[in-house]
Protein backbone atom coordinates (compact mmCIF):
# COMPACT_ATOMS: atom_id res chain seq x y z
CA UNK A 1 0.00 0.00 0.00
CA UNK A 2 0.82 3.37 -0.08
CA UNK A 3 3.72 5.03 2.36
CA UNK A 4 3.38 8.39 4.17
CA UNK A 5 3.23 11.20 1.56
CA UNK A 6 4.95 14.67 2.23
CA UNK A 7 4.64 17.57 0.46
CA UNK A 8 6.53 19.22 -0.95
CA UNK A 9 9.69 17.76 -1.14
CA UNK A 10 11.76 20.70 -1.07
CA UNK A 11 10.44 24.26 -0.21
CA UNK A 12 12.99 27.39 -0.32
CA UNK A 13 11.50 30.39 1.56
CA UNK A 14 13.01 33.53 2.91
CA UNK A 15 13.40 34.83 6.06
CA UNK A 16 9.82 35.98 7.78
CA UNK A 17 8.01 34.35 5.37
CA UNK A 18 5.37 31.62 6.53
CA UNK A 19 5.62 28.32 5.45
CA UNK A 20 2.89 25.21 5.65
CA UNK A 21 4.23 21.36 5.16
CA UNK A 22 1.81 18.87 4.51
CA UNK A 23 1.60 15.12 5.65
CA UNK A 24 -0.14 12.36 4.44
CA UNK A 25 0.10 9.39 6.48
CA UNK A 26 -0.53 5.83 5.89
CA UNK A 27 -4.10 5.51 5.40
CA UNK A 28 -6.12 3.54 9.27
CA UNK A 29 -2.95 5.23 10.80
CA UNK A 30 -4.55 6.85 14.03
CA UNK A 31 -0.75 8.49 15.55
CA UNK A 32 1.33 10.97 13.68
CA UNK A 33 4.64 12.46 14.61
CA UNK A 34 6.53 15.68 13.06
CA UNK A 35 10.08 15.13 13.55
CA UNK A 36 13.22 17.71 12.61
CA UNK A 37 16.73 16.75 10.72
CA UNK A 38 19.46 19.65 11.09
CA UNK A 39 21.99 18.56 8.21
CA UNK A 40 24.03 15.69 9.64
CA UNK A 41 22.05 14.62 12.70
CA UNK A 42 19.50 12.41 13.95
CA UNK A 43 15.59 13.87 13.75
CA UNK A 44 14.68 15.38 16.98
CA UNK A 45 10.66 15.14 18.08
CA UNK A 46 8.88 18.13 17.73
CA UNK A 47 4.96 17.21 18.40
CA UNK A 48 2.79 13.23 18.43
CA UNK A 49 -1.05 13.39 17.22
CA UNK A 50 -3.60 10.75 18.60
CA UNK A 51 -6.05 11.30 16.49
CA UNK A 52 -6.73 14.70 16.01
CA UNK A 53 -5.17 15.89 19.37
CA UNK A 54 -2.18 17.06 19.84
CA UNK A 55 -0.88 14.56 22.49
CA UNK A 56 2.47 15.56 23.12
CA UNK A 57 3.82 19.17 21.66
CA UNK A 58 6.85 19.39 23.45
CA UNK A 59 9.80 19.63 20.83
CA UNK A 60 8.15 22.50 19.30
CA UNK A 61 10.88 25.00 19.65
CA UNK A 62 8.50 28.22 20.11
CA UNK A 63 5.48 29.57 19.22
CA UNK A 64 6.28 30.34 15.56
CA UNK A 65 5.80 26.38 14.70
CA UNK A 66 2.29 25.32 14.78
CA UNK A 67 0.80 21.74 13.44
CA UNK A 68 -2.99 20.44 13.21
CA UNK A 69 -4.61 17.45 11.91
CA UNK A 70 -8.23 18.52 12.11
CA UNK A 71 -9.66 15.58 10.36
CA UNK A 72 -7.20 12.62 12.09
CA UNK A 73 -5.78 11.99 8.82
CA UNK A 74 -3.81 14.97 7.35
CA UNK A 75 -1.74 17.52 9.13
CA UNK A 76 -0.05 20.24 8.36
CA UNK A 77 3.01 22.02 10.28
CA UNK A 78 2.85 25.91 10.17
CA UNK A 79 5.88 27.88 10.78
CA UNK A 80 5.66 31.51 10.83
CA UNK A 81 8.13 34.50 10.53
CA UNK A 82 10.76 31.85 9.76
CA UNK A 83 14.76 32.34 10.54
CA UNK A 84 17.34 30.73 8.62
CA UNK A 85 17.93 28.51 11.36
CA UNK A 86 14.87 26.65 10.57
CA UNK A 87 16.70 25.29 7.33
CA UNK A 88 16.22 21.50 8.29
CA UNK A 89 14.66 18.43 6.80
CA UNK A 90 10.92 17.99 8.23
CA UNK A 91 9.96 13.99 8.56
CA UNK A 92 6.88 12.91 9.26
CA UNK A 93 5.83 9.73 10.48
CA UNK A 94 2.59 7.51 11.55
CA UNK A 95 1.38 4.51 13.41
CA UNK A 96 -1.40 2.47 13.50
CA UNK A 97 -1.42 2.62 16.93
CA UNK A 98 -0.11 4.67 19.23
CA UNK A 99 0.43 1.61 21.62
CA UNK A 100 1.62 -2.11 21.49
CA UNK A 101 3.21 -4.30 18.77
CA UNK A 102 1.37 -1.68 15.81
CA UNK A 103 3.60 1.25 17.21
CA UNK A 104 5.79 1.21 14.99
CA UNK A 105 6.65 4.28 12.85
CA UNK A 106 6.92 4.65 9.26
CA UNK A 107 8.56 7.48 7.93
CA UNK A 108 7.95 9.97 4.99
CA UNK A 109 10.64 11.06 2.48
CA UNK A 110 10.97 14.34 4.10
CA UNK A 111 10.34 18.19 2.92
CA UNK A 112 13.24 19.71 2.51
CA UNK A 113 12.96 23.66 4.00
CA UNK A 114 15.71 26.47 2.96
CA UNK A 115 15.45 29.68 4.26
CA UNK A 116 17.08 32.25 2.86
CA UNK B 1 15.27 12.33 29.55
CA UNK B 2 16.44 9.80 27.72
CA UNK B 3 20.07 10.33 25.68
CA UNK B 4 21.46 8.04 22.41
CA UNK B 5 25.02 7.92 21.55
CA UNK B 6 26.91 6.58 18.83
CA UNK B 7 30.22 7.33 18.92
CA UNK B 8 31.27 6.04 15.60
CA UNK B 9 30.67 8.62 12.96
CA UNK B 10 31.24 6.49 9.87
CA UNK B 11 32.19 2.91 9.22
CA UNK B 12 33.23 0.95 6.55
CA UNK B 13 32.67 -2.43 4.89
CA UNK B 14 33.75 -5.07 2.46
CA UNK B 15 31.07 -6.12 0.38
CA UNK B 16 30.02 -9.70 1.43
CA UNK B 17 31.93 -9.00 5.07
CA UNK B 18 30.58 -8.18 8.52
CA UNK B 19 30.13 -5.27 10.45
CA UNK B 20 28.86 -3.94 13.80
CA UNK B 21 27.64 -0.37 14.50
CA UNK B 22 27.61 0.86 18.33
CA UNK B 23 24.60 2.42 20.05
CA UNK B 24 24.33 3.09 23.62
CA UNK B 25 21.85 5.03 25.65
CA UNK B 26 20.92 6.33 29.08
CA UNK B 27 17.48 5.95 30.78
CA UNK B 28 16.15 5.46 34.00
CA UNK B 29 13.20 3.39 32.51
CA UNK B 30 12.77 -0.11 32.54
CA UNK B 31 10.25 -0.68 30.39
CA UNK B 32 10.68 0.33 26.27
CA UNK B 33 11.82 -0.28 22.82
CA UNK B 34 15.05 -0.28 20.72
CA UNK B 35 15.16 0.63 16.76
CA UNK B 36 17.51 0.63 13.98
CA UNK B 37 16.85 2.30 11.36
CA UNK B 38 18.37 3.23 7.93
CA UNK B 39 18.28 6.48 5.98
CA UNK B 40 19.48 6.44 2.21
CA UNK B 41 20.25 9.50 0.27
CA UNK B 42 16.81 9.84 -0.63
CA UNK B 43 16.12 10.65 2.87
CA UNK B 44 13.26 7.59 3.54
CA UNK B 45 13.85 6.84 7.05
CA UNK B 46 13.63 2.89 7.17
CA UNK B 47 12.99 0.42 10.38
CA UNK B 48 15.75 -1.98 10.30
CA UNK B 49 14.95 -3.83 13.62
CA UNK B 50 12.98 -3.61 16.68
CA UNK B 51 13.99 -4.95 20.27
CA UNK B 52 11.50 -4.91 23.20
CA UNK B 53 13.59 -4.35 26.61
CA UNK B 54 11.62 -6.73 28.36
CA UNK B 55 12.70 -10.06 25.44
CA UNK B 56 15.87 -11.51 27.14
CA UNK B 57 16.27 -12.39 23.21
CA UNK B 58 18.31 -11.00 20.62
CA UNK B 59 16.02 -9.41 17.81
CA UNK B 60 16.85 -11.09 14.09
CA UNK B 61 16.10 -9.80 10.66
CA UNK B 62 17.73 -11.72 7.61
CA UNK B 63 21.22 -10.46 7.44
CA UNK B 64 20.56 -7.85 10.68
CA UNK B 65 20.85 -9.26 13.99
CA UNK B 66 20.92 -7.04 17.48
CA UNK B 67 23.16 -7.78 20.97
CA UNK B 68 21.62 -6.03 23.63
CA UNK B 69 22.98 -5.48 27.08
CA UNK B 70 20.36 -3.88 29.17
CA UNK B 71 22.34 -3.91 32.40
CA UNK B 72 25.16 -1.89 30.27
CA UNK B 73 22.73 -0.08 28.20
CA UNK B 74 23.86 -1.08 25.16
CA UNK B 75 22.47 -2.00 21.54
CA UNK B 76 24.58 -3.12 18.44
CA UNK B 77 23.28 -3.55 15.00
CA UNK B 78 25.33 -6.33 13.16
CA UNK B 79 25.17 -6.61 9.35
CA UNK B 80 26.26 -10.30 7.93
CA UNK B 81 27.15 -10.29 4.47
CA UNK B 82 27.23 -7.18 3.81
CA UNK B 83 25.59 -5.20 0.26
CA UNK B 84 26.27 -2.47 -1.75
CA UNK B 85 22.32 -1.50 -0.95
CA UNK B 86 23.30 -1.40 2.95
CA UNK B 87 24.99 2.14 2.34
CA UNK B 88 23.27 4.67 4.22
CA UNK B 89 23.23 6.99 7.51
CA UNK B 90 21.89 4.20 10.25
CA UNK B 91 20.18 5.69 13.23
CA UNK B 92 19.89 4.08 16.95
CA UNK B 93 16.71 5.05 18.69
CA UNK B 94 14.65 5.00 22.02
CA UNK B 95 11.05 4.94 22.37
CA UNK B 96 9.60 4.56 26.20
CA UNK B 97 6.90 1.78 26.32
CA UNK B 98 4.31 3.95 28.33
CA UNK B 99 3.45 6.98 29.96
CA UNK B 100 4.36 10.59 29.12
CA UNK B 101 6.44 11.26 26.10
CA UNK B 102 5.30 7.88 25.09
CA UNK B 103 5.49 7.21 20.83
CA UNK B 104 8.03 10.21 20.83
CA UNK B 105 11.73 8.83 19.50
CA UNK B 106 15.07 10.03 20.62
CA UNK B 107 17.59 8.77 18.16
CA UNK B 108 21.45 9.30 18.23
CA UNK B 109 23.83 11.39 16.27
CA UNK B 110 23.93 8.35 13.38
CA UNK B 111 26.66 5.99 11.65
CA UNK B 112 27.40 6.45 8.45
CA UNK B 113 28.24 3.22 6.68
CA UNK B 114 29.53 2.47 3.06
CA UNK B 115 30.04 -1.08 1.48
CA UNK B 116 32.83 -1.33 -0.91
CA UNK B 117 32.53 -3.64 -3.67
Known amino acids: GAGVSQTPSNKVTEKGKYVELRCDPISGHTALYWYRQSLGQGPEFLIYFQGTGAADDSGLPNDRFFAVRPEGSVSTLKIQRTERGDSAVYLCASSLTPSGVEDTQYFGPGTRLTVL | AQTVTQSQPEMSVQEAETVTLSCTYD???????LFWYKQPPSRQMILVIRQEAYKQQNATENRFSVNFQKAAKSFSLKISDSQLGDTAMYFC??????????????FGQGTILTVHP
Open chain 2, 93 to 106: AFMKQSGTSYGKLT
Open chain 2, 27 to 33: TSENNYY
